[in-house]
C-alpha cells in the first residue's frame, strides 16, 4: 500500500507562494496519476490539481488555473503543488493521493489511506 506525507504548508499572506511537496513510499510511484485535494474548514475534500504518469499531463480546476503548478518526479516518488497568489479562500489541509483518469472537477482519490495533509492559512 501506498504511503503518503504531505508537507510545505503554513501561513502566508494572501498573494504570497507555497510549494506542497507529497512523498509517496510503499508502491510503484510512477505507475500511478497523481492529484492534490482540499478540504477547508466545513467543506468537502475537493480536487484541485491533478497529474498524469504516463507524460505528466496536468489538470486545474477552474479556480487556480493560472495560479497553481503541479509537477512530480518519478525518480524521487514525489509530486509537488507549486502555489502562487494565494487567496484567502485557499486556506485548507492539503492532500496528495492517486486518483483515476480521466480527472474532473469531482474526482475523488483511489481506494487506501490518506496522508495527514498540510495545513494552508491564507490571511488577509
Known amino acids: 500500500q501506498v504511503q503518503l506525507v504531505e508537507s510545505g504548508g503554513g501561513l502566508v499572506q494572501a498573494g504570497g507562494s507555497l510549494r506542497l511537496s507529497c512523498a509517496c513510499s510503499?508502491?510503484?510511484?510512477?505507475?500511478?496519476?497523481m492529484g492534490w485535494f482540499r478540504r477547508a474548514p466545513g467543506k468537502e475534500r475537493d480536487l484541485v490539481a491533478a497529474?498524469?504518469?504516463?507524460?505528466?499531463?496536468?489538470y486545474y480546476v477552474d479556480s487556480v488555473k493560472g495560479r497553481f503548478t503541479i509537477s512530480r518526479d518519478n525518480d524521487k516518488n514525489t509530486v509537488y503543488l507549486q502555489m502562487n497568489s494565494l487567496k484567502p479562500e485557499g486556506t485548507a489541509v492539503y492532500y496528495c493521493?492517486?486518483?483515476?483518469?480521466?480527472?474532473?472537477?469531482?474526482?475523488?482519490?483511489?481506494?487506501?489511506?490518506w496522508g495527514q495533509g498540510t495545513k494552508v492559512t491564507v490571511s488577509t
Open positions: 493521493k492517486e486518483v483515476l483518469w480521466p480527472f474532473s472537477a469531482s474526482s475523488k482519490g483511489t481506494f487506501g489511506s
Open positions: 510503499g508502491g510503484t510511484f510512477s505507475v500511478y496519476h
Open positions: 497529474i498524469t504518469w504516463t507524460d505528466g499531463k496536468p
